[in-house]
């Protein structure tokens, strides 16, 4: 069986960007893997395009943000972008567009990789 693969992108804190590979799973995503890449990078690959819909859990060898190692997104209610989260953040800011209003990953969402 063919598997399903996308990248979807996020920012860590200083709005560092990587890629989160995930795979589809029922109707749900499960990150695989998580690599640093460069805005230009992301933008030839098509990464900016992708839009999902669905939960997003971590497997169990996904590795986390490349820079701060979480395994937890949040997605803006605005732009539908992504950026780290740490457990006991109280105020979590977009990193793309600076607003405040953030969903958790693990509950349905829809993502998009958005322009830069
Ligand atoms: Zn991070
Ligand atoms: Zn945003």
Not at 64 to 72: E, V
Request: hydrophobic letters at 30%.
């Amino acid at each position: 069986m063919k598997v399903e693969a996308q990248v979807v992108l996020t920012r860590c804190k200083n709005r560092q960007l990587y890629g989160i590979r995930v795979e589809k799973y029922g109707n749900d995503w499960k990150m695989t893997w998580a690599f640093p890449i460069e805005e230009r990078k992301a933008a030839s690959e098509g990464y900016t395009k992708v839009s999902l819909k669905g939960s997003f859990l971590p497997s169990a060898t996904y590795p986390g943000c490349p820079y701060c190692q979480t395994d937890t997104f949040l997605v803006c209610e605005q732009c539908g972008k992504l950026s780290c989260y740490h457990e006991g953040d109280t105020v979590v800011t977009c990193q793309w567009c600076g607003n405040s209003g953030m969903a958790i990953s693990k509950e349905e969402v829809t993502v998009t990789g958005g322009d830069m």
